[in-house]
């Protein structure tokens, strides 16, 4: 165990980054084994597929416990960020006119 983890894993070590890789690995596998279905694939080969499939999310279950297993099946809702000064993109405000002529 890592120090940090006090008895269990720690999510904080997979990154949301990390999680999102590997979520697309997961979808990669899912539609490959669909496919080799569909297709008719030798029976070894769906099996492979379907067992790397399965394997993945254990991975993760296995290296972050079940919050990283939680993000990896259920990727969080993210807003759309708001523009801030900072970033120098102003969104119009809905209900007022644009000013074409620059204030003096």
Same mark, same amino acid.
């Given at each position: 165990?890592? &120090?940090?983890?006090?008895?269990? =894993?720690?999510?904080?070590?997979?990154?949301?980054?990390?999680?999102?890789?590997?979520?697309?690995?997961?979808?990669?596998?899912? =539609?490959?084994?669909?496919? =080799?279905?569909?297709?008719?694939? +030798?029976?070894?080969?769906?099996?492979?597929?379907?067992?790397?499939?399965? /394997?993945? +999310?254990?991975?993760? /279950?296995?290296?972050?416990?079940? +919050?990283?297993?939680?993000?990896?099946?259920?990727?969080?809702?993210?807003?759309?960020?708001? =523009?801030?000064?900072?970033?120098?993109?102003?969104?119009?405000? &809905?209900?007022?006119?644009?000013?074409?002529?620059?204030?003096?």
């Amino acid at each position: 165990m890592y &120090p940090a983890t006090r008895g269990g =894993a720690d999510v904080r070590r997979a990154s949301a980054g990390e999680i999102g890789a590997i979520r697309g690995k997961l979808y990669a596998f899912a =539609a490959a084994t669909v496919v =080799a279905a569909l297709v008719g694939l +030798p029976g070894w080969t769906r099996l492979a597929l379907a067992a790397t499939t399965i /394997a993945i +999310p254990l991975a993760v /279950a296995v290296h972050a416990g079940l +919050p990283g297993l939680r993000l990896l099946l259920r990727p969080p809702f993210r807003s759309i960020p708001r =523009a801030s000064p900072a970033s120098g993109v102003r969104r119009p405000v &809905p209900g007022r006119r644009r000013r074409s002529v620059a204030r003096r």
